[in-house]
């Protein structure tokens, strides 16, 4: 089997979940990263003319969450008990909850605009959201989304909360968010420690 | 095991598609219809304080992609091999891309923005995305996305389909948009044919 190959812009966004994914699978993978004056001309070329995309032994997967459950499945990371799997796939689609909002503030060129933006996510739009997250985590058991295993769902959720938290985003997120909440804390800091997650943050593309 | 229960509005959006796939499935199911005037009251109450949620012996799966994929799994309409699954899932991630443009029109007040929006959404974004899914369609045979089975993939395509051209969206939504996809409107057309779910169409609540 050759490497599976991932294709994205080189940033977090909907990318670095699929990163850290791979990582910690254990398979054999090629990180590559498309420039945005690269990305007119791959566009087309592309199913729904989106990435990210996995390629796989001549097949190419697109579609974020369908990439980031096909290398679940690859790298034990996705239950195969359906109630667990459908715990890991619902704290995926809670991060998914939140991308519409992120995309549209990363995207803003309106100066006034994007700070308004700013503003209704770290006030209003953030701190219900990762309340429910909270909840969902304690009512899982409080150590990973889907029972006692750490899934894809937790790996999507980090790499959101990295992403919000690391500066990366956007300087204005204040990186304590995380605070109030002490199983999402906790999450965070479980899955970063994994050695092969480890490894990927000390080899990937510095910023 | 007890009957399943879908709790959702009495609106197409993000439940019609939980609806036919638990009545494809032949799982016994409760379709549990809640009024905008109930809403308050249920949603503190909900996981992530959202529905669609499926109740499944005891357990509360939030999250419609979450709750889609395992009604898949529990009847026969989610494939086992990953890379198939990883097509039908990339389908459902293609109608949650639509989600967000959709819900922001059926809960616009303001008139002329509403019709402003939904002159974008039948001139600029459906076309597209259309385009899209029967290339997807085409790619995968021609006959499902996911191989030559039915799956949560094309139930999903389809029940979006459904809605935006059945007038319940917004009557200004032409019911043509298909024509120009043949692959899309056969796919329409076989799946609405298959048994449980004629018997599924005529038994729900009438409009």
Redesign the interface.
């Known amino acids: 089997m050759a490497p599976m190959k991932l294709t994205y812009f080189d940033i977090a966004a909907l990318g670095e979940q699929l990163r850290l994914a791979l990582a910690q699978s254990g398979v054999e993978w090629i990180d590559n990263r498309v420039t945005f004056e690269e990305w007119p001309t791959l566009k087309p070329t592309l199913?729904?003319?989106q990435m990210p995309v996995l390629e796989?032994d001549g097949?190419v997967?697109?579609?974020?969450?369908?990439?980031l459950?096909?290398v679940g499945?690859?790298g034990d990371l996705y239950p195969t008990d359906?109630?667990q799997?459908?715990?890991a796939?619902?704290a995926?689609?809670?991060v998914?909850?939140m991308h519409?909002h992120m995309r549209a503030i990363f995207f803003e060129k309106d100066a006034d605009a994007k700070t308004q933006l700013l503003k209704d996510l770290v006030e209003k739009l953030l701190p219900?959201w990762l309340a429910?997250l909270e909840?969902?985590l304690k009512?899982a058991g409080g150590k990973y989304f889907a029972g006692d295993k750490l899934s894809i769902g937790d790996i999507a959720v980090v790499a959101r909360l990295n992403w919000l938290t690391d500066g990366t985003f956007d300087e204005s997120v204040p990186s304590a968010i995380l605070e109030e909440f002490p199983l999402l804390s906790s999450l965070v800091q479980r899955v970063m420690a994994e050695p092969r997650i480890v490894a990927y943050m000390e080899e990937r593309p510095k910023k």
Request: hydrophobic letters at 40%.
């Open positions: 199913p729904y003319q796989v097949a997967i697109p579609q974020t969450f369908a990439i459950r096909y499945k690859m359906p109630i799997a459908a715990f796939d619902s995926t689609d809670a998914n909850d519409g219900p429910n909840k969902a009512l």
